[in-house]
């Protein structure tokens, strides 16, 4: 067992050499090869983690949300509403909701004004989302004025700023208490923005969709599963653009790839020549260059996927997201809950170095097996 | 100790060019001794070289080293017996370009796996030994033929093997490195190392480190002389 260490220490040794030795050939293959990894690993992290934060988003959210429309559009849910649903079988819980948008001329941005179900904030106070920690510099404490769609200007205390977790959702919410949200919107009475229904039964929701249009002709209940449906197929469907656009990338890679490690040089062909008639095995030769594939391609997927990392999650994935609008549409800007799966890790993995050291392989074959006396006749 | 029986090697067998450059050799090389293969060119001594340390194998006939017969090992076997037992020193030195002398000289011990530390010690050692301590850490390509040649018998005797190899090895130098070179191989079959080479050089074939010349013409075996030592 010692030996066998001891002579892969040897040959790692003298194929990281001979990378130092052919640096041109070396370096060259190692940037394209990072490069490669790099565009995979981005994408893949970033749909991980967009797709993640998705489905994290509509965890919290209710099974049914019901609107009301008016010629069609979405419109206030009037008082009597929710004691006109009643009584529906599988229901957990109706609640009206109050929440609306609010444009930040100061900083020509979007919040969301929502107040919060789950929680009792005081009345003058706010609690709000990191984009606004961030772009308003605000902080627990601190008062901040925004001037409401009539004119005039109201103050708030932060009373907290929400975590970071999971920006998707929260970027740029601010909450606040009821009343102060009629009052700032000068929201009529009685009204509500639309009705959250939750459902325990996944097989109920159906059901209680079809009854709360029976009970309400003139409303619209949004199923949760619905929501879920559509952003699945718009991730897939973005995703699956990349990938073909990475195939491409790939294929030119393997074939680039393919022609630098497979063709030796007669100068590798001769150290092969001399390394045998010295005494070293078939073995030794193919393991020699076993190492050679495996070193570029580790070191390549190493430095390529902690690029793709840093650029994903702490550069918003700045590089390509022109190509992927329809997410930056969906949403202006926010930053991704950094997060690894092992799974893609090891896929990755696989169809990076594998190939690329079997690619090292094949040729050396020949090369290894060639009669050592060929040497005594150069 | 290294006996060969009625060998003979065919290049191209079956072909239009089919070529017979060894045809039936017998011979018994002497241990501790400095033998000669010469002859014109293209007479067979590589060729018979290449068999005599076990890089090729004959066409037919058997190979006895130390009365054993290895002419039908396995190739892992063969490669294992020619590391142990057999240094090579090439005619064009063979050196890796871009590794340092040392570096060069420890190559054949990577596949036992001998510690690394150890293997720099005996290079050391031979490297000493050759008067060539101050070049250890040079690249290959800046040293001189001679300096060449002797890295190349550092790295022949690493593994400490019983008997040497050489093809030609004054083709490249000149008479002083050629008599230097002579030198060293007496001193080595004096402790004890079987050395065997070619060469068609009158220098070598005449020099009195010589004990025993085999002269081939055609791919046969035409005279053998002892010349120098009396054999015990
Ligand atoms: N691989 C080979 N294929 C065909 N012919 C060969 C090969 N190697 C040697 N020969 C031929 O065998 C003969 C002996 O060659 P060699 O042993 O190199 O002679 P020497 O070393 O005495 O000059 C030559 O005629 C040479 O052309
Ligand atoms: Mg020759």
């Not at chain 1, 700023?161 to 601010?174: G, I, K, Q």
């Not at chain 1, 070193?295 to 590089?319: D, Q």
Request: charged share 20%; aromatic share 10%.
């Amino acid at each position: 067992m010692k030996p066998w260490i001891e002579r892969q220490r040897h040959l790692i040794d003298f194929t990281a050499q001979s990378l130092a030795r052919r640096k041109g050939k070396s370096l060259g293959l190692l940037v394209v090869y990072t490069l490669l990894v790099f565009v995979l690993a981005s994408v893949a992290l970033y749909t991980h983690a967009l797709r993640n934060e998705a489905t994290r988003v509509l965890a919290g959210t209710p099974e049914i949300v019901l609107q009301r429309l008016i010629a069609g559009r979405h419109d206030l849910v009037p008082p009597g509403y929710i004691e006109k649903i009643g009584r529906i079988r599988g229901v957990q819980k109706i609640e009206g909701r109050l929440w609306g948008y609010y444009y930040d001329s100061v900083l020509k941005a979007n919040y969301t004004f929502m107040v919060a179900t789950d929680r009792e904030i005081a009345p003058g106070e706010i609690v709000v989302g990191p984009a606004l920690e961030r772009t308003r510099e605000l902080s627990a404490g601190n008062g901040v004025s925004f001037r409401a769609y009539t004119g005039e200007l109201h103050t708030f205390i932060v009373a907290e700023v929400l975590a970071h977790e999971s920006e998707l959702v929260s970027a740029d919410l601010v909450l606040m208490n009821a009343a102060d949200f009629r009052r700032f919107f000068a929201y009529p009475a009685g009204h509500h923005t639309d009705i959250a229904l939750w459902v325990a039964n996944p097989l109920e929701v159906r059901n209680v969709g079809v009854k709360l249009l029976d009970a309400l002709p003139d409303s619209r209940p949004i199923l949760r599963e619905e929501v879920l449906r559509t952003y699945a197929s718009i991730f897939d469907w973005r995703e699956g653009m990349m990938l073909a656009l990475l195939s491409a990338a790939i294929l030119a890679f393997g074939i680039f790839a393919w022609e630098k490690a497979a063709g030796l040089s007669a100068e590798e062909k001769r150290e092969i020549g001399i390394l045998k008639a010295i005494g070293w095995e078939t073995g030794d030769v193919i393991a020699m260059k076993f190492w050679e594939g495996f070193l570029v391609s580790l070191l390549a997927f190493l430095v390529g996927y902690v690029a793709a990392y840093v650029h994903v999650f702490h550069f918003e994935f700045a590089l390509f997201a022109p190509v992927l609008k329809g997410w930056a549409v969906l949403y202006p800007s926010f930053a991704l809950t950094p997060q690894i799966d092992g799974l893609q890790v090891a896929t990755l993995f696989v169809f990076t170095v594998l190939p690329y050291t079997a690619a090292t392989l094949v040729p050396i074959w020949r090369a290894a097996t060639t009669d050592p006396d060929t040497v005594m006749r150069s | 100790m290294l006996e060969l029986a009625n060998i003979r090697k065919v290049f191209n067998q079956g072909q239009h060019n089919e070529y017979w450059a060894l045809k039936g050799i017998d011979l018994d090389i002497p241990p501790a001794r400095v033998s000669v293969l010469k002859g014109p060119s293209g007479s067979g001594k590589t060729t018979l070289l290449t068999i005599l340390g076990c890089l090729a194998r004959p066409t037919e006939g058997r190979v006895r080293l130390n009365g054993e017969d290895i002419s039908g090992l396995p190739e892992r076997f063969l490669t294992e017996i020619r590391r142990r037992t057999f240094g090579f020193i090439f005619q064009q030195f063979n050196l890796i370009r871009g590794l340092s002398a040392i570096e060069n000289i420890i190559l054949p011990g990577y596949p036992g796996g001998t510690p690394r530390a150890q293997l720099l010690a005996r290079a050391e050692t031979l490297l000493a030994d050759l008067q060539l301590a101050h070049r250890r850490d040079a690249k290959v390509e800046w040293l001189s033929g001679g300096e060449q040649q002797r890295v190349a018998i550092c790295r022949a005797l690493l593994n400490d093997p019983q008997i040497l190899v050489a093809d030609e090895p004054t083709a490249n130098l000149d008479s002083k490195l050629s008599t230097e070179f002579l030198a060293i191989l007496r001193r080595l079959a004096e402790a004890g190392r079987t050395v065997i080479l070619t060469s068609h050089d009158p220098l070598v074939v005449e020099s009195e480190v010589v004990d025993r010349v085999y002269s081939l013409r055609d791919g046969q075996l035409v005279e053998v002389v002892d010349t120098r030592r009396a054999w015990p």
